[in-house]
């Protein structure tokens, strides 16, 4: 049955059926509009034989009330070894938290350990995607221009930090700011931050992501985090600390790379917003942690999901973002951990 309703962001369609397993087993496809999103809502847990599976609501829309685009039924989420070597974790149709808790707190265990990532299916839209590379694409062009136009080389990578990590480097009076004032006075100017008119956009796909993780990865934040806390909490109370320079938008064109390294941080967020059709080459190479290091050998898994997908992974794990052959790859990067909580003292503690 579908159930057309009108909520004040959206027209949403509800199509209600029962998942038994892998539905795309069966042969089973639902045509959504390209626009929409589509996200598995549990109802209930079904007992046949010796598994249990969904009773599950299958919602699209088009606005942040829901999660995830798709042609078919397909999962939330997705895990990914790093290990090449081992067979890609797949899950079982639809996976929710508070019915496949033990895949769920699988996964948010390995990713903590660093031996696979995790990837949100179709986190933003496509229309989001599109607002945001085209801005960023524009400004990223007039920035090349302008170091051309100074003598210097064009760059093939271009990071635009957000207003929020801007605000950040200038309010800390440390290394941060002094190399962002450096910035400002090269010669060419500095590229800016993101855009105005889709910085807004770029916090909304994050708060988003902070979310699904907890609505389907709920071991997830109190693993890495802490017990009793979510990225939602954390971020509406301003206890994330963030990378320099993050979030933020990287801009590639040709030859454009990011070298291997490891984030420092407890999770990285990491979105592309163009998929391989806009450019050729890219992806995000990943070593593992029995590999012999990205100075011997190539990534042990390079990673290239489609426009709008978020990849999570631990901030211990080595990556690269890999060499842009043609065309453009636009990416939003952030890594994030929790502020020290304050330790009440022992005179505090006794009231």
Request: hydrophobic share 40%.
């Amino acid at each position: 049955a579908v159930l057309p309703r009108q909520d004040g962001m959206a027209a949403l369609a509800r199509i209600l059926l029962v998942t038994l397993g892998a539905a795309e087993s069966y042969g089973w496809r639902l045509a959504a509009p390209a626009s929409s999103f589509h996200r598995p809502h549990p109802l209930a847990a079904v007992a046949i034989g010796s598994k249990t599976r969904a009773l599950y609501i299958h919602e699209y829309c088009d606005g942040d009330s829901c999660g995830s685009s798709s042609g078919g039924l397909r999962s939330a989420w997705r895990e990914v070894p790093i290990d090449s070597a081992q067979a890609a974790v797949e899950p079982e149709g639809p996976v929710e938290g508070p019915i496949e808790t033990d895949r769920e707190q699988g996964a948010a265990g390995r990713l903590a350990t660093g031996e696979s990532l995790i990837v949100l299916e179709d986190v933003a839209t496509p229309a989001e995607c599109e607002a945001i590379v085209r801005a960023c694409s524009q400004a990223a062009a007039r920035y090349r221009s302008a170091k051309v136009a100074a003598g210097l080389e064009a760059p093939k990578m271009v990071r635009f930090p957000s207003a929020a990590a801007v605000a950040r480097a200038e309010g800390s009076g440390t290394n941060q700011m002094a190399a962002l004032r450096q910035e400002q006075t090269s010669p060419g100017g500095w590229c800016g931050a993101v855009p105005a008119a889709v910085d807004a956009v770029v916090m909304r796909l994050l708060e988003r992501v902070f979310r699904r993780v907890g609505a389907e990865l709920p071991s997830l934040s109190p693993l890495l985090f802490g017990d009793g806390t979510s990225l939602v909490s954390l971020h509406a109370t301003g206890a994330l600390t963030w990378a320099s320079r993050e979030p933020g938008i990287n801009v590639y064109t040709p030859g454009g790379e990011f070298a291997p390294h490891t984030d420092g941080h407890t999770l990285t967020l990491l979105m592309p917003l163009t998929s391989s059709k806009d450019a050729s080459g890219g992806g995000t190479g990943f070593w593992s942690e029995d590999s012999r290091g990205h100075r011997v050998e190539p990534p042990t898994t390079v990673l290239k999901p489609g426009a709008g997908a978020c990849i999570l992974f631990s901030g211990h794990v080595t990556h690269s973002g890999v060499a842009v052959e043609s065309g453009e790859r636009v990416v939003l990067v952030a890594s994030v951990s929790a502020r020290p909580r304050a330790v009440a003292s022992p005179a505090t503690s006794q009231n």
